[in-house]
Structure formats: C-alpha cells, structure tokens
C-alpha cells in the first residue's frame, strides 16, 4: 500500500536535491507546514521535526541519503509511515517523486483494506500532491508557498 506523486523540472538534478536536502526545507514548500525544524543535518541519521497548521507534531528519521534522495520515517510516539523522495535526471531536467507507505493501525485485515480502499489512500494522496505543488511553485518562484494554497486538508491544515 502506497501512495506516490511526481513532478518534473527543466532544473538540474543537483538544483532538485540541494533543495529537499536543505536543512528546514519545508518551511518553504509545504502548504500544511507551521514549522520545519532541523534537530540533527546533513545526511543518513538526519532527525528534524514538522509542526502541522492543526497543531499536530511529527519527528522525521532520515534512514537512507544516497545521490537520489533520502528515505525517512514519520511518526510521534512510533513510526506511521516511511516516505521516499526520489531524484531522477540530468543537468537539464529532472524529476521528483515523493511515496508514502503508510503503516496502519488495524491488524484485521478486512477492516485495514476497507480503511485504506475507501478513505486513507485518497487523503495521503490529496496531501502529497499538495506537497509536490509546493515544492513546484517554490522551485520555479522562489517565493515560499502560501499556508493551505492549494485548499485545506482534513488532518494537517
């Protein structure tokens, strides 16, 4: 179970991860961001913490970092998801693919299945195509993302 979104840039791959390797990034692309802290930076074994617009906290745990991106894990008390961002390209162009393999809650299988068919996979996927459309407006502009752009989110705004 995942979900995933991508976007392409006429940037180069390098432009593409000195950005989502920057240190508090998310402060500047993230529409459901109130703030992005770093707690320990660069590279594998990154921690920094996101704060919601609602409120909510999460800490990220950066576990792989390698020449195409990272891969963390979200969570508060335990980890609800792991998240890949995924740099593909050139000195020309690139691309930017972000997924989200959520860990669910529910051991009954029937009950996970309906959760995530009928609910959970449409809100992730709302959510990290916002995000993607932040980092987009941001890479291209430069200027920081307005707090909810592209409409409110149910659980982060």
């Known amino acids: 179970m995942y979900v995933e979104a991508k976007r392409r840039f006429k940037k180069s791959k390098k432009e593409i991860l000195d950005e989502i390797r920057r240190a508090g ?40 970092w390698d020449e195409n991106g990272y891969v963390l894990e979200i969570g508060r008390n335990k980890k609800i998801a792991k998240v890949q961002w995924i740099v ?33 996979k ?7 195509n916002n995000v993607l459309k932040g980092f987009e407006h941001f890479i291209d502009t430069k200027h920081r993302v307005e707090r909810n752009k592209f409409g409110k989110h149910a659980w982060f705004s």
């Open 122 to 128: 449409f809100r992730l996927q709302g959510y990290i």
């Open 88 to 120: 593909e390209g050139s000195n020309e162009n690139s691309s930017l693919r972000v997924r989200i393999n959520p860990r669910l809650p529910y051991k009954n299988r029937i009950v996970r299945w309906v959760a995530w068919n009928f609910y959970i």
């Open 25 to 64: 990034n998310l402060n500047d692309y993230h529409p459901f961001c109130k703030e992005n802290n770093a707690l320990k930076w660069p590279g594998k074994g990154s921690v920094d913490e996101i704060e919601y617009l609602n409120g909510l906290k999460y800490r990220r745990d950066f576990i792989e």
